[in-house]
């Protein structure tokens, strides 16, 4: 299908707009005007099935939402037009406020625009303008989470999750969650049974326990502690994954990982802290988390996880063919 790519953005003497029509780029200067006019673009807003919003503001001003305003007249215009529900894939990368409602109106609106049964490929990525202290976050719709012909879900940002009745997604192979708002890691995972390929970037208070789903193939998990007194359960047991990538500086109340022996690539910035200061559960953990590495062919250590992990590297990597080792990954 045709794909349209919209950014707004700003300009040392004003905003500048553009759209993006496969590998044509037409001006949109006078785009709000003329969309509810000429028959051509009446067709191409009704017809398009690949949206791509981006609003890209200078984040040292205050004056967002007079932007916002802009953007949103457009996007509203546009997505009023269409009479059928066939949009495939929808990406938005916007700021988020909750001084006023219209932020949560837009977003509901385009997002309900979004949702239907041609779905494929959805990632709303909300950011913070510098100017407000206090960040808020926008809840996401549930439909999001039923829409069963999904195969690609991206949620960044500012966001939350709220009272999930249920996840029902048949489809989805590729999932990235990194965002503010708390996580039902296992209500998420449980209805999703062809995930593959998993990002996750979460901190302690918003996702204390992870068990990550086992059809996976690659995954890639990034997690930063709030206090030192937060600890997190991660489970992992994923006998189809070839991909590891896992950052991970908390204390940890539990540590499950095994069937991993069909990993080829690893990265791994492991360094577990304690609650009690115990360095010997640090040693055990990052021991285990090796032994479950023993068939990995590449392998990407941080300094200070090779340093604990050293002593059992030359008794259980069988099958390394190449070893680095870095400050930082």
Known sequence: GLEAKVRLFRRKYGLARRLWLGSRKLNLTRAIDVQHGKDWWRHLWQHLQHFDLVLEEDLDQCDDDEYFTRFAAFVSGVLAQRRVRDIRK????????????????????????????????????????????????????????????????????????ENLPSVDLPALKTLTLSI????????????????????????????????????????????????????VEVEIDAPALEYLS????????????????????????????????????????????????????LLFLDSITMEVGYSILTNILVDLQLLIVGSFL
Request: charged share 20%; glycine share 4%; with cysteine.
């Open 90 to 161: 929808f990406h938005l990368f916007c700021s988020y406020s909750d001084k006023t409602s219209f932020h949560e109106r837009s977003l509901n609106n385009w997002l309900l625009a979004a949702i239907g049964p041609q779905l494929q490929d959805l990632d709303l990525s909300l950011y913070m303008n510098s100017c407000i202290s206090m960040y808020s976050c926008y809840t996401v719709p549930r439909g999001i989470f039923s829409c069963r012909s999904l195969a690609s879900l991206t949620l960044d940002g500012l966001l939350r999750l």
């Open 180 to 231: 503010k708002g708390t996580v039902p890691m296992d209500m998420i995972f449980s209805g999703c049974p062809v995930l593959e390929d998993l990002f996750l970037e979460f901190n302690v208070r918003n996702a204390p326990k992870i068990i990550v789903s086992n059809s996976l193939k690659r995954l890639s998990v990034s997690c930063g502690s709030i206090t030192l007194f937060d600890e």
């Open 246 to 297: 896992f950052k991970c500086y908390v204390s940890l109340s539990r540590f499950t990982i095994k069937n991993l022996h069909n990993v080829v690539e690893a990265h791994i910035d492991f360094c577990p802290s304690s609650v009690q200061g115990d360095k010997d559960n640090r040693v055990v953990y990052i021991h285990r988390l090796l032994n479950a590495l023993c068939r990995a062919k």
